[in-house]
């Protein structure tokens, strides 16, 4: 009976020791809403069509919150933008700082990208981002950084979007404006 009693007790001091010694580990979490219509008004371009006869009828053509989300949510876990954040931060030194000669690149950016972790709470309605640091400033600062640097990438992509919509529009218009002028002649 005592023996029992003296081994649980060995047991539990044991791992109250061993839980105490470890390091602490933060966790920094946001959660992501989509944006609102107004929030991507600025990305609707207005755009005049020819609809049955009737000249110059505005209609407004662009993207939708949901198809902003879901390329954010993509650019989320792309790895080209996760190196790109690494690189253009600096944070090599800090996710490698006993790194050899031997040490890939590549190994770097795979431990970064297995510190993100990215959940859907409802896949239309939320996105949640963590990461899980030994350091709760550093977690909460590259957390907001991440999403910062993200929200600016994918705007740029989004916009370089409608400008090459754009430019091929007038390509497509003046083209149809030098073949009539030809037909004409």
């Known amino acids: 009976k005592w023996l ?4 649980t007790a060995i047991a539990a001091l044991g791992s109250v020791v061993y839980a105490l010694q470890q390091p602490s580990i933060y966790k920094a979490e946001a ?3 989509p944006p609102g219509a107004k929030d991507i008004q600025s990305l609707n371009i207005p755009i005049v069509w020819n609809v049955d006869g009737l000249m110059g009828v505005p209609v407004v053509q662009g993207i939708n919150p949901e198809s902003v989300f879901a390329k954010f949510k993509q650019n989320l876990s792309s790895r080209t ?4 954040f690494i690189l253009e931060n600096g944070l090599m030194d800090l996710l490698a700082p006993n790194r050899t000669a031997e040490t890939r690149d590549e190994d770097i950016y795979e431990g970064f990208a297995g510190l993100i972790k990215l959940e859907d709470e409802n896949i239309e ?8 640091l030994y350091d709760a400033e550093i977690a909460s600062q590259w957390v907001n950084d991440f999403i910062k640097f993200i929200d600016t990438e994918t705007i740029r992509l989004l916009v ?3 400008r090459n919509s754009i430019v091929n529009r007038i ?14 002649k």
């Not at 029992?4 to 081994?7: E, K, L």
């Not at 933008?81 to 790109?84: D, G, S, T, Y």
């Not at 309605?125 to 899980?132: A, W």
């Open 125 to 132: 309605v939320s996105t949640s981002v963590s990461i899980e």
């Open 31 to 33: 959660l992501l809403l």
């Open 171 to 184: 390509r497509d218009i003046e083209y149809k404006i030098g073949s009539k002028r030809e037909l004409v």
């Open 4 to 7: 029992v009693i003296a081994v």
């Open 81 to 84: 933008l996760q190196k790109k």
């Open 160 to 162: 370089a979007n409608i």
